[in-house]
T-cell receptor, first 111, second 112 residues
Framework: GAGVSQTPSNKVTEKGKYVELRCDPI?????LYWYRQSLGQGPEFLIY????????DSGLPNDRFFAVRPEGSVSTLKIQRTERGDSAVYLC?????????FGPGTRLTVL | QKEVEQNSGPLSVPEGAIASLNCTYS??????FFWYRQYSGKSPELIMS????GDKEDGRFTAQLNKASQYVSLLIRDSQPSDSATYLC????????????FGQGTTLQVKP
């Protein structure tokens, strides 16, 4: 079956701009996670959805970051007033149990 | 601060040898442990999960868990050049959310 998909695969933006990153989880997976990975580091947790609600958003670095999952399937991670330090690969994962499966990621570059 | 620690490597082994990758974690109450493989420029791919003390084998891979020592390892038998990648240890320290804490990864190089 289809895995987790993420769009766009690459996003280049300018400092101060707004960006949206999209994640389409594996069909039937109720849990969805966003992580961020910087070069040479492991993924860092951002937010977890169970269904439509954000069950844990403790990893969001500040209020410029926001995520939604309005119908319990597709999720969008939104970043306002982007900064150069936001440059990273943003990974989405979904699960129906303890094992999480990652999408290909979106590489965000803030110039 | 809840942490997962791995030696960043690189760990270099000859083709056909056993590669041993190690990980320690700080939260004694952790229940779920995972190994992901990540090729350069790609996303993490789940290769093993382990939940109970002892060994779990899947093909050439064996995961080992020792909760008393807060230690989890991955053994790769008959290492192949295609096993060359970064191996990420991930621990679920919060059973309510499934949030994973990752180590920084160990780079494995298998030389023909």
């Amino acid at each position: 079956g289809a895995g987790v998909s993420q769009t766009p695969s690459n996003k280049v933006t300018e400092k101060g701009k707004y960006v949206e990153l999209r994640c389409d989880p594996i069909s039937g997976h109720t849990a969805l996670y966003w992580y961020r990975q910087s070069l040479g580091q492991g993924p860092e947790f951002l937010i977890y959805f169970q269904g439509t609600g954000a069950a844990d958003d403790s990893g969001l670095p500040n209020d410029r970051f926001f995520a939604v999952r309005p119908e319990g399937s597709v999720s969008t991670l939104k970043i306002q007033r982007t900064e150069r330090g936001d440059s990273a690969v943003y990974l989405c994962a979904s699960s129906s149990g303890p094992e999480q499966f990652f999408g290909p990621g979106t590489r965000l570059t803030v110039l | 601060q809840k942490e997962v620690e791995q030696n960043s490597g690189p760990l270099s082994v000859p083709e056909g040898a056993i590669a041993s990758l190690n990980c320690t974690y700080s939260d004694r109450g952790s229940q779920s442990f995972f190994w992901y493989r990540q090729y350069s420029g790609k996303s993490p791919e789940l290769i093993m999960s382990i939940y109970s003390n002892g060994d779990k084998e899947d093909g050439r891979f064996t995961a080992q868990l020792n909760k008393a020592s807060q230690y989890v390892s991955l053994l790769i038998r008959d290492s192949q050049p295609s096993d060359s990648a970064t191996y990420l240890c991930a621990v679920n320290m919060d059973g309510n959310t499934g949030k994973l804490i990752f180590g920084q990864g160990t780079t494995l190089q298998v030389k023909p």
